[in-house]
């Protein structure tokens, strides 16, 4: 299993054991959304502010996401669905690990709804994938989200505690889900997910506070990194709000000190 420890260093800090990823895996699913017109531009941007990866699909990868500066963590998502869709909750594959190995990828990642309709097969495919990247040596992410008919609410602290160890139980390297909205509910789901745990952006926030105090909140609370999206490539300024969430989570800065920054840089 060298391989998958050479890669997952491409995708975590090796010192600190967290990382910030910017999913930019949104065109399939919206659309090409603000902020994600220009993909090449928008992942500069998110390189110059400090992300160690970057999630996108195998088609952007192929036009070509980077040709020029630093290099950033390659994750190719290999699970699709569109806003158009009769249900919206179901996920397709649309890649496979074989394919992400020939894109030069440092990691592949799923999307699993908890509770949709047809989440079997979700998970079915979670667990192929997973069999698939144990035999390649390739890391795993897998965002795993409690969504569905009977899911009253997906920010319940038993959902995210199910959803995680769902993850772990899975075989994914890193988790992703939601936060549950303070740092003591999110202990929680830690403490039943023996893989790493990141949280998600979730919609666009008010405000940079608020961004950035539940980052704060979640790596206290023992969170391994984020995994962010609308909140910082529609941004105003994409690759100061890159920094300021990498300083926190990579250097223990405080929300305040770094919302202070943030305001300096604008």
Not at 90 to 107: M, N, Q, S
Not at 136 to 149: D, N, Q, S
Not at 183 to 205: D, H, L, N, Q, R
């Amino acid at each position: 299993m060298v391989g998958k420890k050479v890669r997952m260093e491409r995708i975590i800090n090796r010192e600190t054991g967290r990382t910030v990823i910017v999913p930019m895996d949104h065109g399939v699913t919206v659309g090409p959304i603000a902020g994600l017109i220009d993909i090449r531009e928008s992942v500069t941007m998110m390189v110059n502010g400090g992300a160690n990866a970057i999630i996108i699909h195998k088609g952007i990868v192929s036009a070509g996401h980077r040709g020029a500066g630093r290099d950033v963590g390659l994750i190719v998502h290999m699970s699709a669905g569109t806003s158009m869709s009769p249900d919206p909750n179901h996920k397709v594959p649309v890649c496979t690990v074989e394919e992400a190995l020939k894109f030069g990828a440092d990691g592949v990642s799923i999307h699993v709804n908890l509770g949709a309709a047809d989440d079997a097969a979700m998970l079915a495919h979670f667990g192929e994938v997973s069999s698939k990247c144990m035999e390649w040596g390739m890391p795993l992410v897998a965002m795993v989200y409690t969504r569905g008919e009977h899911i009253r609410n997906e920010y319940d602290v038993k959902h995210l505690k199910h959803a995680a160890r769902v993850g772990a139980e899975l075989g994914a390297d890193i988790v992703k889900v939601n936060y549950p909205g303070s740092p003591s509910a999110f202990e929680e789901v830690i403490k039943g997910c023996p893989a790493p745990v990141v949280i998600a952006g979730g919609e666009k926030m008010e405000s940079d506070s608020d961004i950035l105090t539940m980052v704060e909140n979640s790596i206290k609370a023992g969170g391994a990194g984020v995994s962010i999206g609308r909140n910082v490539f529609q941004h105003s300024s994409p690759s100061d709000m890159v920094k300021a969430i990498s300083d926190i989570v990579h250097g223990n800065v405080s929300a305040e000190r770094a919302v202070s920054w943030l305001r300096g840089s604008k």
